[in-house]
Protein backbone atom coordinates (compact mmCIF):
# COMPACT_ATOMS: atom_id res chain seq x y z
CA UNK A 1 0.00 0.00 0.00
CA UNK A 2 2.89 2.37 0.57
CA UNK A 3 4.14 1.63 -2.95
CA UNK A 4 1.52 3.54 -4.27
CA UNK A 5 3.35 5.46 -7.72
CA UNK A 6 3.91 9.22 -7.12
CA UNK A 7 1.30 11.45 -8.70
CA UNK A 8 1.58 12.08 -12.29
CA UNK A 9 -0.75 14.12 -14.98
CA UNK A 10 0.74 14.21 -18.79
CA UNK A 11 -0.72 16.83 -20.97
CA UNK A 12 -0.64 16.86 -24.83
CA UNK A 13 -2.61 18.91 -27.58
CA UNK A 14 -4.51 17.61 -29.86
CA UNK A 15 -5.67 20.59 -32.04
CA UNK A 16 -7.25 22.69 -29.76
CA UNK A 17 -7.76 19.94 -27.14
CA UNK A 18 -5.37 19.55 -24.34
CA UNK A 19 -6.19 15.71 -23.34
CA UNK A 20 -4.46 15.47 -19.49
CA UNK A 21 -3.58 12.24 -18.48
CA UNK A 22 -3.48 11.21 -14.79
CA UNK A 23 -1.97 8.16 -12.65
CA UNK A 24 -0.94 7.74 -9.33
CA UNK A 25 -1.80 8.40 -5.74
CA UNK A 26 -3.40 12.08 -5.26
CA UNK A 27 -3.58 11.96 -1.64
CA UNK A 28 -2.47 14.60 1.26
CA UNK A 29 0.54 13.14 1.16
CA UNK A 30 1.26 13.63 -1.69
CA UNK A 31 -0.09 17.33 -2.34
CA UNK A 32 3.91 18.83 -2.41
CA UNK A 33 4.35 17.13 -5.32
CA UNK A 34 0.95 17.51 -6.76
CA UNK A 35 0.51 20.86 -7.25
CA UNK A 36 2.78 22.13 -9.07
CA UNK A 37 1.90 19.90 -11.63
CA UNK A 38 -1.58 21.14 -11.55
CA UNK A 39 -0.15 25.04 -12.01
CA UNK A 40 1.64 24.06 -14.89
CA UNK A 41 0.71 21.27 -17.23
CA UNK A 42 -0.13 22.93 -20.44
CA UNK A 43 0.58 25.96 -19.34
CA UNK A 44 2.99 26.47 -23.02
CA UNK A 45 1.18 28.87 -24.39
CA UNK A 46 -0.76 27.13 -27.53
CA UNK A 47 -4.19 27.85 -27.70
CA UNK A 48 -6.55 25.67 -26.19
CA UNK A 49 -10.16 25.29 -26.49
CA UNK A 50 -11.74 22.42 -24.44
CA UNK A 51 -9.72 20.31 -21.78
CA UNK A 52 -10.04 16.69 -21.48
CA UNK A 53 -8.74 15.29 -17.74
CA UNK A 54 -8.64 11.31 -18.15
CA UNK A 55 -8.55 10.26 -14.06
CA UNK A 56 -8.41 6.48 -14.86
CA UNK A 57 -4.92 5.80 -13.64
CA UNK A 58 -5.37 6.99 -10.53
CA UNK A 59 -5.32 5.01 -7.57
CA UNK A 60 -6.03 6.98 -4.18
CA UNK A 61 -7.81 10.04 -3.98
CA UNK A 62 -8.92 12.46 -1.16
CA UNK A 63 -10.12 15.97 -0.61
CA UNK A 64 -6.36 17.41 -0.98
CA UNK A 65 -6.66 15.86 -5.39
CA UNK A 66 -10.20 16.31 -5.23
CA UNK A 67 -9.71 19.89 -4.54
CA UNK A 68 -6.78 20.30 -6.68
CA UNK A 69 -8.39 19.00 -9.57
CA UNK A 70 -11.25 21.11 -9.12
CA UNK A 71 -8.67 24.14 -9.16
CA UNK A 72 -7.17 22.94 -12.02
CA UNK A 73 -10.89 22.67 -13.99
CA UNK A 74 -11.67 26.06 -12.41
CA UNK A 75 -8.64 27.86 -13.76
CA UNK A 76 -9.27 26.79 -17.47
CA UNK A 77 -12.82 27.45 -17.06
CA UNK A 78 -11.75 30.87 -16.53
CA UNK A 79 -10.11 31.01 -19.31
CA UNK A 80 -13.31 30.57 -21.31
CA UNK A 81 -12.45 26.69 -22.28
CA UNK A 82 -14.80 23.96 -21.92
CA UNK A 83 -13.44 20.81 -19.26
CA UNK A 84 -14.51 17.55 -18.91
CA UNK A 85 -13.62 14.95 -16.84
CA UNK A 86 -13.72 11.03 -17.66
CA UNK A 87 -13.04 7.67 -16.21
CA UNK A 88 -13.13 8.99 -12.49
CA UNK A 89 -14.24 5.85 -10.46
CA UNK A 90 -17.53 6.47 -8.88
CA UNK A 91 -16.62 6.55 -5.44
CA UNK A 92 -14.69 9.73 -5.94
CA UNK A 93 -17.25 11.40 -8.12
CA UNK A 94 -19.26 11.74 -4.67
CA UNK A 95 -16.68 13.91 -3.15
CA UNK A 96 -15.90 15.59 -6.08
CA UNK A 97 -19.53 16.42 -6.64
CA UNK A 98 -19.04 17.75 -2.38
CA UNK A 99 -15.74 19.66 -3.34
CA UNK A 100 -17.22 21.31 -6.24
CA UNK A 101 -19.34 23.49 -3.85
CA UNK A 102 -16.67 24.79 -1.75
CA UNK A 103 -14.53 27.91 -2.32
CA UNK A 104 -16.54 29.45 -4.55
CA UNK A 105 -16.78 32.88 -2.28
CA UNK A 106 -12.98 33.96 -2.23
CA UNK A 107 -11.28 35.11 0.90
CA UNK A 108 -11.19 39.19 0.80
CA UNK A 109 -7.72 39.75 0.25
CA UNK A 110 -5.76 41.15 3.47
CA UNK A 111 -5.56 44.85 3.02
CA UNK A 112 -2.12 46.50 3.27
CA UNK A 113 -1.14 49.19 4.47
CA UNK A 114 1.89 51.48 5.14
CA UNK A 115 4.40 50.92 7.68
CA UNK A 116 4.01 54.64 8.71
CA UNK A 117 0.19 54.17 9.05
CA UNK A 118 0.31 50.89 10.76
CA UNK A 119 2.45 52.68 13.78
CA UNK A 120 -0.35 55.64 14.02
CA UNK A 121 -2.54 53.18 14.05
CA UNK A 122 -0.80 51.13 16.73
CA UNK A 123 -0.24 54.32 18.92
CA UNK A 124 -3.50 55.45 18.81
CA UNK A 125 -5.02 52.07 19.99
CA UNK A 126 -2.40 51.92 22.58
CA UNK A 127 -3.71 55.76 24.08
CA UNK A 128 -7.49 54.34 23.73
CA UNK A 129 -6.24 51.43 25.81
CA UNK A 130 -4.54 52.74 28.33
CA UNK A 131 -7.35 54.99 28.61
CA UNK A 132 -9.99 52.98 29.04
CA UNK A 133 -7.62 50.78 31.66
CA UNK A 134 -7.78 53.91 33.98
CA UNK A 135 -11.39 54.56 33.59
CA UNK A 136 -11.91 50.48 34.41
CA UNK A 137 -9.95 51.00 37.37
CA UNK A 138 -11.34 53.74 38.05
CA UNK A 139 -14.81 52.37 37.93
CA UNK A 140 -13.30 49.14 39.81
CA UNK A 141 -12.75 51.09 42.86
CA UNK A 142 -16.14 52.77 42.34
CA UNK A 143 -17.71 49.14 42.68
CA UNK A 144 -15.61 48.29 45.44
CA UNK A 145 -16.18 51.92 47.37
CA UNK A 146 -20.20 51.04 46.77
CA UNK A 147 -19.59 47.29 48.19
CA UNK A 148 -17.97 48.66 51.15
CA UNK A 149 -20.58 51.21 51.96
CA UNK A 150 -23.13 48.27 51.40
CA UNK A 151 -21.29 46.13 54.00
CA UNK A 152 -20.82 48.75 56.25
CA UNK A 153 -24.35 49.28 56.47
CA UNK A 154 -25.12 45.63 57.57
CA UNK A 155 -21.92 43.97 58.31
CA UNK A 156 -23.04 40.78 58.45
CA UNK A 157 -23.42 40.37 54.87
CA UNK A 158 -19.23 40.81 55.16
CA UNK A 159 -17.96 37.31 53.74
CA UNK A 160 -15.64 36.98 56.88
CA UNK A 161 -14.59 33.40 56.14
CA UNK A 162 -13.85 34.23 52.98
CA UNK A 163 -11.67 37.44 53.88
CA UNK A 164 -9.58 34.73 56.67
CA UNK A 165 -9.05 32.72 53.85
CA UNK A 166 -7.76 35.15 51.75
CA UNK A 167 -5.50 36.63 54.38
CA UNK A 168 -3.91 33.35 55.24
CA UNK A 169 -3.13 33.10 51.45
CA UNK A 170 -1.74 36.58 50.99
CA UNK A 171 -0.51 37.23 54.49
CA UNK A 172 0.64 34.35 56.84
CA UNK A 173 1.98 31.90 53.59
CA UNK A 174 3.85 35.37 51.94
CA UNK A 175 5.72 36.23 55.51
CA UNK A 176 8.62 33.56 55.17
CA UNK A 177 9.40 34.84 51.65
CA UNK A 178 9.31 38.28 52.44
CA UNK A 179 10.95 38.16 55.82
CA UNK A 180 14.14 36.08 53.76
CA UNK A 181 13.67 38.92 50.87
CA UNK A 182 14.10 41.96 52.82
CA UNK A 183 16.58 40.41 55.18
CA UNK A 184 19.27 40.23 52.40
CA UNK A 185 18.06 43.47 50.84
CA UNK A 186 18.89 45.27 54.51
CA UNK A 187 22.25 43.02 54.22
CA UNK A 188 23.33 44.28 51.26
CA UNK A 189 22.47 47.74 51.51
CA UNK A 190 24.64 48.13 55.02
CA UNK A 191 27.61 46.07 53.11
CA UNK A 192 27.25 49.14 50.18
CA UNK A 193 26.88 51.72 52.27
CA UNK A 194 30.01 50.46 55.20
CA UNK A 195 32.08 49.62 51.55
CA UNK A 196 31.43 53.59 50.64
CA UNK A 197 31.58 55.31 53.78
CA UNK A 198 34.65 53.84 54.50
CA UNK A 199 36.21 56.29 52.38
CA UNK A 200 35.42 59.28 54.05
CA UNK A 201 35.81 57.28 57.38
CA UNK A 202 31.57 58.07 58.39
CA UNK A 203 30.90 54.23 58.50
CA UNK A 204 28.48 54.98 61.10
CA UNK A 205 26.30 56.81 58.92
CA UNK A 206 25.24 53.52 57.10
CA UNK A 207 22.67 53.57 60.21
CA UNK A 208 21.24 55.95 58.75
CA UNK A 209 21.25 55.14 55.30
CA UNK A 210 19.47 51.91 56.63
CA UNK A 211 16.80 53.35 59.19
CA UNK A 212 16.04 55.87 56.29
CA UNK A 213 15.94 54.04 53.34
CA UNK A 214 14.21 50.98 54.60
CA UNK A 215 11.51 52.59 56.44
CA UNK A 216 11.13 55.29 54.07
CA UNK A 217 10.81 53.47 50.63
CA UNK A 218 12.16 49.91 50.27
CA UNK A 219 10.84 48.17 53.18
CA UNK A 220 7.21 49.05 51.45
CA UNK A 221 8.33 49.36 48.12
CA UNK A 222 9.85 45.55 48.24
CA UNK A 223 6.77 44.17 49.89
CA UNK A 224 4.54 45.84 47.81
CA UNK A 225 6.27 44.62 44.33
CA UNK A 226 6.85 40.91 45.95
CA UNK A 227 3.02 41.06 46.66
CA UNK A 228 1.98 42.12 43.18
CA UNK A 229 4.00 39.39 41.78
CA UNK A 230 2.85 36.79 44.63
CA UNK A 231 -0.71 37.44 45.20
CA UNK A 232 -1.55 40.24 42.42
CA UNK A 233 -1.30 37.80 39.18
CA UNK A 234 -2.89 34.84 41.17
CA UNK A 235 -6.03 37.01 41.70
CA UNK A 236 -6.30 37.64 37.89
CA UNK A 237 -5.58 33.89 36.51
CA UNK A 238 -8.14 32.98 39.38
CA UNK A 239 -10.96 35.71 38.37
CA UNK A 240 -10.01 35.15 34.83
CA UNK A 241 -10.35 31.41 34.69
CA UNK A 242 -13.75 32.01 37.25
CA UNK A 243 -14.99 34.24 33.81
CA UNK A 244 -13.66 31.82 31.40
CA UNK A 245 -16.18 29.10 32.49
CA UNK A 246 -18.59 32.05 33.55
CA UNK A 247 -18.48 30.93 36.91
CA UNK A 248 -19.10 34.83 37.17
CA UNK A 249 -22.20 34.64 35.08
CA UNK A 250 -23.83 32.16 37.33
CA UNK A 251 -22.71 34.16 40.61
CA UNK A 252 -24.54 36.96 39.35
CA UNK A 253 -27.92 35.71 37.69
CA UNK A 254 -28.17 34.12 41.50
CA UNK A 255 -28.49 37.69 41.95
CA UNK A 256 -25.29 37.64 44.01
CA UNK A 257 -22.66 40.62 43.52
CA UNK A 258 -19.56 39.41 42.13
CA UNK A 259 -17.41 42.72 43.58
CA UNK A 260 -18.85 41.56 46.95
CA UNK A 261 -18.41 38.20 47.30
CA UNK A 262 -14.68 37.94 45.13
CA UNK A 263 -13.35 41.23 44.92
CA UNK A 264 -13.87 42.56 48.07
CA UNK A 265 -12.71 39.88 50.48
CA UNK A 266 -9.60 39.77 48.28
CA UNK A 267 -8.98 43.53 48.08
CA UNK A 268 -9.56 43.60 52.07
CA UNK A 269 -7.17 40.96 52.82
CA UNK A 270 -4.68 42.46 50.99
CA UNK A 271 -5.31 46.36 52.81
CA UNK A 272 -4.93 44.44 55.93
CA UNK A 273 -1.91 41.89 54.86
CA UNK A 274 0.23 44.22 53.11
CA UNK A 275 1.03 46.98 55.64
CA UNK A 276 1.90 44.20 58.10
CA UNK A 277 3.78 42.33 55.55
CA UNK A 278 5.58 45.87 55.34
CA UNK A 279 6.50 46.36 58.98
CA UNK A 280 7.68 42.99 59.01
CA UNK A 281 9.55 43.19 56.37
CA UNK A 282 11.07 46.62 57.36
CA UNK A 283 12.31 44.61 60.80
CA UNK A 284 14.14 42.52 58.68
CA UNK A 285 15.78 44.31 56.68
CA UNK A 286 16.88 46.60 59.35
CA UNK A 287 17.92 43.36 61.01
CA UNK A 288 19.97 42.26 58.39
CA UNK A 289 21.93 45.71 58.03
CA UNK A 290 22.63 45.48 61.77
CA UNK A 291 24.10 42.27 61.24
CA UNK A 292 26.31 43.31 58.63
CA UNK A 293 27.75 46.40 60.20
CA UNK A 294 28.20 44.38 63.00
CA UNK A 295 30.50 41.72 61.66
CA UNK A 296 31.61 43.61 58.46
CA UNK A 297 31.70 47.32 60.03
CA UNK A 298 32.11 46.51 63.30
CA UNK A 299 29.34 48.48 64.69
CA UNK A 300 27.95 47.03 67.70
CA UNK A 301 24.01 46.75 67.94
CA UNK A 302 24.10 48.94 70.94
CA UNK A 303 26.15 51.61 68.76
CA UNK A 304 23.37 50.44 65.92
CA UNK A 305 20.67 51.07 67.89
CA UNK A 306 21.40 54.31 69.54
CA UNK A 307 22.46 55.63 66.39
CA UNK A 308 18.95 54.32 64.96
CA UNK A 309 17.27 55.84 67.68
CA UNK A 310 19.02 59.57 66.48
CA UNK A 311 18.63 59.09 62.80
CA UNK A 312 14.51 58.50 62.63
CA UNK A 313 11.80 59.13 64.30
CA UNK A 314 8.05 58.44 64.22
CA UNK A 315 7.91 60.65 60.79
CA UNK A 316 9.71 58.54 58.99
CA UNK A 317 7.46 54.87 60.39
CA UNK A 318 4.95 56.65 59.49
CA UNK A 319 6.17 57.98 56.09
CA UNK A 320 6.33 54.13 54.95
CA UNK A 321 3.72 52.79 56.66
CA UNK A 322 0.96 55.21 55.31
CA UNK A 323 1.59 54.15 51.78
CA UNK A 324 1.30 50.49 52.26
CA UNK A 325 -2.64 49.99 52.25
CA UNK A 326 -2.69 52.35 49.28
CA UNK A 327 -0.54 50.02 47.42
CA UNK A 328 -2.37 47.56 48.55
CA UNK A 329 -5.53 48.94 47.03
CA UNK A 330 -3.75 49.19 43.44
CA UNK A 331 -2.79 46.04 43.41
CA UNK A 332 -5.96 44.36 44.39
CA UNK A 333 -7.94 46.54 42.04
CA UNK A 334 -5.54 45.87 38.79
CA UNK A 335 -5.53 42.54 39.82
CA UNK A 336 -9.36 42.42 39.76
CA UNK A 337 -9.71 44.48 37.01
CA UNK A 338 -7.38 42.05 34.96
CA UNK A 339 -9.35 38.99 36.10
CA UNK A 340 -12.42 40.43 34.75
CA UNK A 341 -11.13 41.53 31.51
CA UNK A 342 -9.55 37.94 30.85
CA UNK A 343 -11.49 36.50 27.44
CA UNK A 344 -12.17 33.02 26.09
CA UNK A 345 -8.71 31.63 25.31
CA UNK A 346 -5.84 30.35 27.43
CA UNK A 347 -3.81 32.97 25.71
CA UNK A 348 -5.45 35.83 26.85
CA UNK A 349 -5.39 34.74 30.82
CA UNK A 350 -1.56 34.68 30.41
CA UNK A 351 -1.35 38.15 29.08
CA UNK A 352 -3.93 39.53 31.15
CA UNK A 353 -1.92 38.24 34.42
CA UNK A 354 1.64 39.14 33.06
CA UNK A 355 -0.29 43.04 32.52
CA UNK A 356 -2.08 42.74 36.06
CA UNK A 357 1.59 42.36 37.62
CA UNK A 358 3.45 44.56 34.94
CA UNK A 359 0.71 47.61 35.54
CA UNK A 360 0.38 47.15 39.57
CA UNK A 361 3.53 47.12 39.89
CA UNK A 362 4.12 50.77 37.60
CA UNK A 363 1.44 51.79 39.33
CA UNK A 364 3.16 51.48 42.83
CA UNK A 365 5.49 53.32 41.73
CA UNK A 366 4.14 56.40 40.68
CA UNK A 367 2.33 56.22 43.39
CA UNK A 368 5.83 56.26 45.44
CA UNK A 369 6.62 59.24 43.58
CA UNK A 370 3.03 61.28 44.09
CA UNK A 371 3.73 60.45 48.07
CA UNK A 372 7.16 61.49 48.15
CA UNK A 373 5.89 65.27 46.52
CA UNK A 374 3.23 64.76 48.98
CA UNK A 375 5.50 64.04 52.31
CA UNK A 376 7.76 66.55 51.13
CA UNK A 377 5.26 69.48 50.64
CA UNK A 378 3.33 68.86 54.54
CA UNK A 379 7.46 68.83 55.90
CA UNK A 380 7.36 65.02 56.97
CA UNK B 1 -14.76 0.98 -0.06
CA UNK B 2 -12.14 -0.35 -2.18
CA UNK B 3 -11.36 -2.61 0.56
CA UNK B 4 -12.49 -5.98 0.34
CA UNK B 5 -15.69 -6.69 3.28
CA UNK B 6 -15.13 -7.26 6.65
CA UNK B 7 -11.48 -5.78 6.64
CA UNK B 8 -10.32 -5.25 9.58
CA UNK B 9 -9.10 -1.98 10.54
CA UNK B 10 -8.79 -1.87 14.56
CA UNK B 11 -8.37 -5.12 16.31
CA UNK B 12 -8.20 -4.98 19.76
CA UNK B 13 -7.30 -8.26 22.05
CA UNK B 14 -7.51 -8.91 25.46
CA UNK B 15 -6.73 -5.21 26.62
CA UNK B 16 -6.75 -4.22 30.12
CA UNK B 17 -6.94 -0.86 31.81
CA UNK B 18 -6.75 0.23 35.35
CA UNK B 19 -5.93 3.70 37.72
CA UNK B 20 -4.61 2.40 41.02
CA UNK B 21 -6.65 -0.33 42.28
CA UNK B 22 -9.77 -0.25 40.17
CA UNK B 23 -9.79 -1.98 37.01
CA UNK B 24 -11.93 0.05 33.99
CA UNK B 25 -11.27 -2.75 31.18
CA UNK B 26 -10.75 -6.26 31.25
CA UNK B 27 -9.47 -8.94 28.86
CA UNK B 28 -11.82 -6.43 26.05
CA UNK B 29 -11.97 -7.58 22.34
CA UNK B 30 -13.26 -5.72 19.57
CA UNK B 31 -13.21 -5.69 15.68
CA UNK B 32 -13.71 -2.38 14.18
CA UNK B 33 -13.99 -3.35 10.74
CA UNK B 34 -13.27 -0.93 7.23
CA UNK B 35 -15.49 1.15 6.05
CA UNK B 36 -18.59 1.35 8.53
CA UNK B 37 -19.54 3.48 11.45
CA UNK B 38 -19.32 2.07 15.04
CA UNK B 39 -21.71 3.16 17.24
CA UNK B 40 -19.64 2.22 20.99
CA UNK B 41 -22.53 2.39 24.02
CA UNK B 42 -22.17 1.48 27.69
CA UNK B 43 -23.37 3.02 30.86
CA UNK B 44 -21.56 6.61 32.31
CA UNK B 45 -18.29 5.88 33.80
CA UNK B 46 -18.38 2.61 32.63
CA UNK B 47 -15.10 3.24 30.58
CA UNK B 48 -16.22 4.03 26.78
CA UNK B 49 -14.08 7.09 26.25
CA UNK B 50 -11.26 5.17 28.53
CA UNK B 51 -11.49 2.47 25.53
CA UNK B 52 -10.88 5.53 23.07
CA UNK B 53 -8.10 7.21 24.55
CA UNK B 54 -6.61 3.70 25.27
CA UNK B 55 -6.83 3.04 21.45
CA UNK B 56 -5.13 6.51 20.75
CA UNK B 57 -2.49 5.96 22.94
CA UNK B 58 -3.50 8.66 25.59
CA UNK B 59 -4.30 6.34 28.42
CA UNK B 60 -1.59 3.19 29.03
CA UNK B 61 -2.56 -0.10 29.26
CA UNK B 62 -1.61 -3.24 31.66
CA UNK B 63 -2.03 -5.81 28.99
CA UNK B 64 -3.47 -7.17 25.40
CA UNK B 65 -2.74 -5.86 22.32
CA UNK B 66 -4.33 -3.05 19.68
CA UNK B 67 -3.57 -3.40 16.24
CA UNK B 68 -4.84 -0.76 13.96
CA UNK B 69 -4.67 -1.36 10.22
CA UNK B 70 -2.52 -4.55 11.40
CA UNK B 71 0.46 -2.22 12.94
CA UNK B 72 0.75 -3.12 16.77
CA UNK B 73 1.16 0.34 18.01
CA UNK B 74 3.36 -1.01 21.03
CA UNK B 75 5.90 -3.25 18.83
CA UNK B 76 6.00 -0.08 16.00
CA UNK B 77 8.73 1.99 16.03
CA UNK B 78 8.09 5.68 16.41
CA UNK B 79 8.03 6.26 12.59
CA UNK B 80 5.48 3.80 12.00
CA UNK B 81 3.37 4.80 14.85
CA UNK B 82 3.34 8.36 13.76
CA UNK B 83 2.29 7.17 10.00
CA UNK B 84 -0.40 5.05 11.93
CA UNK B 85 -1.25 8.49 14.01
CA UNK B 86 -1.72 10.23 10.49
CA UNK B 87 -4.24 8.16 9.85
CA UNK B 88 -7.15 9.21 12.10
CA UNK B 89 -8.68 11.96 13.26
CA UNK B 90 -10.38 12.59 16.46
CA UNK B 91 -12.89 14.35 17.56
CA UNK B 92 -12.62 15.04 21.58
CA UNK B 93 -16.45 15.30 23.54
CA UNK B 94 -15.64 19.17 23.93
CA UNK B 95 -14.13 19.55 20.76
CA UNK B 96 -10.37 20.32 21.94
CA UNK B 97 -9.98 23.43 19.49
CA UNK B 98 -6.86 25.25 19.99
CA UNK B 99 -8.56 28.73 22.46
CA UNK B 100 -5.95 31.12 21.36
CA UNK B 101 -6.42 30.33 17.26
CA UNK B 102 -9.06 31.57 15.06
CA UNK B 103 -10.99 28.75 13.41
CA UNK B 104 -9.16 28.69 10.11
CA UNK B 105 -5.98 28.47 11.89
CA UNK B 106 -7.16 25.27 13.78
CA UNK B 107 -8.03 23.36 10.76
CA UNK B 108 -4.61 24.12 9.34
CA UNK B 109 -2.67 23.13 12.41
CA UNK B 110 -1.86 19.93 11.37
CA UNK B 111 -1.90 20.55 8.22
CA UNK B 112 1.00 22.84 8.46
CA UNK B 113 2.68 20.76 11.01
CA UNK B 114 2.82 17.02 8.85
CA UNK B 115 2.47 18.40 5.09
CA UNK B 116 4.47 21.11 3.17
CA UNK B 117 2.23 22.55 0.90
CA UNK B 118 1.95 26.30 0.11
CA UNK B 119 0.21 28.81 1.88
CA UNK B 120 -2.62 29.49 -1.02
CA UNK B 121 -3.52 25.33 -0.61
CA UNK B 122 -3.68 25.31 3.20
CA UNK B 123 -5.89 28.29 3.05
CA UNK B 124 -8.44 26.66 0.13
CA UNK B 125 -7.96 23.28 1.80
CA UNK B 126 -8.98 24.41 5.15
CA UNK B 127 -11.90 26.39 3.88
CA UNK B 128 -12.91 23.18 1.91
CA UNK B 129 -13.10 21.19 4.89
CA UNK B 130 -15.24 23.92 6.64
CA UNK B 131 -17.28 24.37 4.28
CA UNK B 132 -18.00 20.55 3.50
CA UNK B 133 -18.62 20.32 7.61
CA UNK B 134 -21.78 22.76 7.29
CA UNK B 135 -19.73 26.02 8.01
CA UNK B 136 -20.24 29.76 6.25
CA UNK B 137 -16.98 30.90 4.82
CA UNK B 138 -17.30 33.92 7.38
CA UNK B 139 -16.74 31.88 10.78
CA UNK B 140 -13.10 31.39 10.09
CA UNK B 141 -11.00 34.01 11.56
CA UNK B 142 -13.33 33.46 14.88
CA UNK B 143 -11.87 32.37 17.53
CA UNK B 144 -13.49 29.22 19.60
CA UNK B 145 -14.96 31.12 22.53
CA UNK B 146 -17.27 33.08 20.25
CA UNK B 147 -18.64 30.11 18.43
CA UNK B 148 -21.71 28.10 19.69
CA UNK B 149 -21.62 24.28 20.70
CA UNK B 150 -22.82 22.93 17.15
CA UNK B 151 -20.44 25.50 15.90
CA UNK B 152 -17.19 23.97 17.53
CA UNK B 153 -18.35 20.68 16.96
CA UNK B 154 -18.23 21.16 13.42
CA UNK B 155 -14.98 23.05 13.28
CA UNK B 156 -13.33 19.88 15.63
CA UNK B 157 -14.78 17.82 12.90
CA UNK B 158 -13.55 19.89 9.93
CA UNK B 159 -10.53 19.54 12.10
CA UNK B 160 -10.30 15.56 12.65
CA UNK B 161 -10.61 15.56 9.18
CA UNK B 162 -7.53 18.19 8.00
CA UNK B 163 -5.61 15.25 6.79
CA UNK B 164 -8.03 13.06 5.42
CA UNK B 165 -7.79 10.74 8.15
CA UNK B 166 -9.03 6.64 7.02
CA UNK B 167 -10.43 6.69 10.61
CA UNK B 168 -12.04 9.12 12.76
CA UNK B 169 -12.69 8.35 16.36
CA UNK B 170 -15.90 10.58 17.70
CA UNK B 171 -16.24 11.19 21.28
CA UNK B 172 -19.86 11.58 22.16
CA UNK B 173 -20.42 14.15 18.76
CA UNK B 174 -23.65 15.01 19.41
CA UNK B 175 -23.92 15.16 23.16
CA UNK B 176 -25.15 18.84 23.94
CA UNK B 177 -26.28 19.60 20.50
CA UNK B 178 -30.41 20.65 19.95
CA UNK B 179 -32.66 17.44 18.16
CA UNK B 180 -32.57 19.50 15.14
CA UNK B 181 -28.57 20.00 15.41
CA UNK B 182 -28.10 16.38 16.50
CA UNK B 183 -30.33 15.00 13.55
CA UNK B 184 -27.32 17.19 11.33
CA UNK B 185 -24.65 16.27 12.32
CA UNK B 186 -25.54 12.68 11.95
CA UNK B 187 -26.39 13.35 8.27
CA UNK B 188 -23.13 15.39 8.08
CA UNK B 189 -21.28 12.32 9.74
CA UNK B 190 -23.05 9.78 7.23
CA UNK B 191 -22.44 11.70 4.36
CA UNK B 192 -18.82 12.32 5.06
CA UNK B 193 -18.06 8.76 5.75
CA UNK B 194 -19.60 7.85 2.75
CA UNK B 195 -17.78 11.04 0.88
CA UNK B 196 -14.16 10.21 2.28
CA UNK B 197 -14.43 6.49 3.08
CA UNK B 198 -14.39 7.00 6.17
CA UNK B 199 -14.57 4.27 9.31
CA UNK B 200 -15.75 5.33 11.92
CA UNK B 201 -15.58 4.96 16.01
CA UNK B 202 -18.16 6.45 17.41
CA UNK B 203 -19.15 6.48 21.11
CA UNK B 204 -22.42 7.81 21.67
CA UNK B 205 -25.55 7.74 24.11
CA UNK B 206 -28.10 8.86 21.36
CA UNK B 207 -30.15 6.53 20.36
CA UNK B 208 -31.42 8.64 17.09
CA UNK B 209 -27.99 8.62 15.92
CA UNK B 210 -27.40 4.92 16.91
CA UNK B 211 -30.42 3.64 14.54
CA UNK B 212 -30.00 6.00 11.65
CA UNK B 213 -26.17 5.99 11.12
CA UNK B 214 -24.73 2.83 12.96
CA UNK B 215 -23.46 0.14 10.77
CA UNK B 216 -23.04 -1.96 14.08
CA UNK B 217 -23.10 -1.74 17.35
CA UNK B 218 -20.98 -2.52 20.04
CA UNK B 219 -21.97 -2.50 23.74
CA UNK B 220 -19.61 -2.31 27.24
CA UNK B 221 -20.96 -3.58 30.39
CA UNK B 222 -18.94 -5.43 33.07
CA UNK B 223 -15.57 -4.21 31.95
CA UNK B 224 -15.77 -6.14 28.25
CA UNK B 225 -18.09 -5.74 25.10
CA UNK B 226 -20.95 -7.82 25.63
CA UNK B 227 -22.64 -7.80 22.40
CA UNK B 228 -21.27 -6.41 18.91
CA UNK B 229 -23.85 -6.67 15.70
CA UNK B 230 -26.19 -4.52 13.79
CA UNK B 231 -29.46 -3.15 15.71
CA UNK B 232 -31.30 -5.89 14.96
CA UNK B 233 -29.36 -8.29 17.24
CA UNK B 234 -29.55 -5.62 20.15
CA UNK B 235 -33.35 -5.78 19.75
CA UNK B 236 -33.25 -9.24 19.95
CA UNK B 237 -30.57 -9.56 23.10
CA UNK B 238 -32.26 -10.85 26.52
CA UNK B 239 -29.14 -9.29 28.57
CA UNK B 240 -30.82 -6.87 30.87
CA UNK B 241 -28.91 -4.35 30.23
CA UNK B 242 -29.22 -3.80 26.83
CA UNK B 243 -33.18 -4.60 27.09
CA UNK B 244 -33.32 -1.73 29.30
CA UNK B 245 -30.80 0.22 27.49
CA UNK B 246 -32.74 -0.28 23.85
CA UNK B 247 -36.14 -0.97 25.11
CA UNK B 248 -36.38 1.22 27.78
CA UNK B 249 -38.78 4.65 27.87
CA UNK B 250 -36.59 6.60 26.07
CA UNK B 251 -36.02 4.14 23.20
CA UNK B 252 -39.32 3.80 22.78
CA UNK B 253 -39.50 7.43 22.62
CA UNK B 254 -36.66 7.22 19.58
CA UNK B 255 -39.19 4.84 17.66
CA UNK B 256 -37.20 1.57 17.87
CA UNK B 257 -39.56 -0.42 19.02
CA UNK B 258 -42.24 -0.72 16.74
CA UNK B 259 -39.78 -1.03 14.36
CA UNK B 260 -39.56 -4.95 15.89
CA UNK B 261 -43.48 -5.07 16.15
Not at chain 1, 141 to 160: D, H
Not at chain 2, 133 to 143: A, S
Amino acid sequence: MLQLQAPLLKGSVRGEQLELVAAGEWTARRARDLEPLIDQVGRDGRPVRSVVIDMGGVERFDTFGAWLLERLMRAWKAEGCRTELVNLSDTYQVLMEEVRHTNLTSAPAPGRESAFVATLELTGRTMVAAGRDLLRIVQMLGEVSAAVMRVARRPRTLRFTSVIYQLERVGWRAVPIMLLITFLVGSILAQQGLFNFRRFGAEVYVVDLIGILVLRELGVLIVAIMVAGRSGSSYTAELGSMRMREEIDALRTMGLDPTEILVLPRIMALVIAVPLLAFLGSMAAIYGGALVAWAYGGINPDIFLSRLKEAIDLDTFEVGMIKAPFMALIIGVVACVEGYAVQGSAESLGRHTTASVVKSIFLIIVLDGFFAVFFAAVGM
Amino acid sequence: MLAPAHEVAIRVRDLVVGFGDATILDQLSLDVFRGEVLGFVGGSGMGKSVLTRTIVGLVPKRGGTIEVFGVDLDKAGAEARRATERRWGILFQQGALFSSLTVRQNVQFPMREYLQVSDRLLEEIAMAKLEMVGLRPDVRDKIPSELSGGMIKRVALARALALDPEIVFLDEPTSGLDPIGAAEFDDLIRTLQRTLGLTVFMVTHDLDSLHTICDRIAVLADRKVIAAGPMATMLASDHPWLKAYFRGKRARGAGLTQERG
